[in-house]
C-alpha cells in the first residue's frame, strides 16, 4: 500500500472518531437538558393535583380540628351549667331545711294552745291549765273531788306548766311525761298544749293508780308516781 493513501485512511478514522466524539458529547448535553416535550406537561399536571389535593386534606384536618374544639368548648360549658345546677339545687335543699327548722322551732316556741272545750261549771273558778285540767279530768270520769289530788300531784311536779323541763331527767310538760314524746300518742302539738298533755297524763294516771288520788298517794309514799 503506498504512504498517501495510507495518510488518507488514517485521516478519514481520525475524522469518524471525531464526529462520533461530538455526536456522545451532543447526547450527554441534550440528556442532561430539561425535557421539554410532553412528559414535561404529564409531570406538572401531576405535581399540581397533589399539590391541590394537601390543600383538600389540610383543609379537612382544619374542618376535624375545628369539629372537635367546638365540641370540647360545649362539653365543658356544659360541665360547667351541671355543677352550677348542682350547687344550685344543695343550696335549695339547704335553704329549705333551715326554713323548716326554724318553722319548727317557732312552732316550738309558740303557745299554749288555746282549749276550746266545754268547762264545767264546777271548774269555772279555776283558771289557765288547772281550769283546762279540771274540765278534762271530769271528762275522763272522774269526779270533782279527785282535782283537790291532781292540783297537788302536778303542782309539786311543774306547776302546771306546760313547758316544764326536768333538765336531770329530760322529763317534760304538767304531767312530767318520760319522754315527753311519749305524748305525742294523743297529738302531736304535745309540746305546745296544755290539753294534750292532760290528757296524756290522766290516762297515765288512771292505767297506774286508778285515780288522781292514787296517784297523789304513792307519790307522797315513793316520792314520784
Known sequence: MTRPHIIRTVGARAAAATLLLAALAGGVHLAQRPDSGPNAAG????????????????????????????????????????????????????????????????????GPVPYTGTIPAACRSLSGSREVGCALMIDAGFEFSEFSCLNKLWDHESGWNYRATNRSSGAYGIPQAYPGSKMASIADDWKINPATQIKWGLGYVKGRYDSPCGAWNHFQDAGSY
Not at 48 to 64: D, I, K, M, T
Not at 73 to 92: F, G, I
Request: aromatic content about 0%; proline content about 0%; charged content about 40%.
Open 43 to 110: 409531570a406538572a399536571e401531576t405535581q399540581r393535583l397533589l399539590a391541590e389535593r394537601e390543600r383538600e386534606h389540610a383543609a379537612a384536618r382544619a374542618v376535624r380540628d375545628e369539629a372537635k374544639r367546638l365540641a370540647a368548648q360545649k362539653a365543658s360549658a356544659e360541665v360547667k351549667t351541671a355543677v352550677a345546677d348542682a350547687r344550685a339545687l344543695e343550696t335549695a335543699r339547704k335553704k329549705a331545711e333551715a326554713e323548716k327548722a326554724a318553722a319548727a322551732k317557732r312552732a316550738a316556741e309558740v
